[in-house]
């Protein structure tokens, strides 16, 4: 069974930074392929970032290149995604996903599970 949460959202000013961290509620994320998302107001839901389940293959959107960055912690229990230098057009609602055994889909029917999502404001 996997239950996604989402947290580490808030409300930031532009050139902050921020860590949202994904969990599974009911185990370890061992073995899934994470990816997140967002979806600004009036917006498509789109891929920030994602990895593989074994983490040897990684995709950031090229809106984020540079400035954000996913990892998984040693324990397999939680899936970060690093956010630095915000910019307004940050804003939305993150949500991560998951995937057993799979590469770092960048669509959303690549991914079995999602979250609840966690809000990232971003103000001037």
């Known amino acids: 069974q996997v239950q996604l949460v989402e947290s580490g959202g808030g409300l930031v000013q532009a050139g902050d930074s921020l860590r949202l961290s994904c969990t599974n509620s009911e185990r370890t994320l061992t073995g899934y392929a994470v990816g997140w998302f967002r979806q600004a107001p009036g917006k498509d839901r789109a891929i920030v970032a994602a990895?593989?389940?074994?983490?040897?293959?990684?995709y950031y959107a090229d809106s984020v290149k540079g400035r954000f960055t996913i990892s998984r912690d040693d324990e397999k229990t939680t899936v970060y995604l690093q956010l630095t230098s915000l910019k307004l057009e940050d804003t939305a609602v993150y949500y991560c996903?998951?995937?057993?055994?799979?590469?770092?889909?960048?669509?959303?029917?690549?991914?079995?599970?999602w979250g609840q999502g966690t809000q990232v404001t971003v103000s001037s």
């Open positions: 996903a998951a995937r057993a055994w799979a590469g770092p889909g960048t669509q959303e029917n690549d991914y079995d599970y």
């Open positions: 990895t593989s389940w074994a983490d040897e293959r990684i």
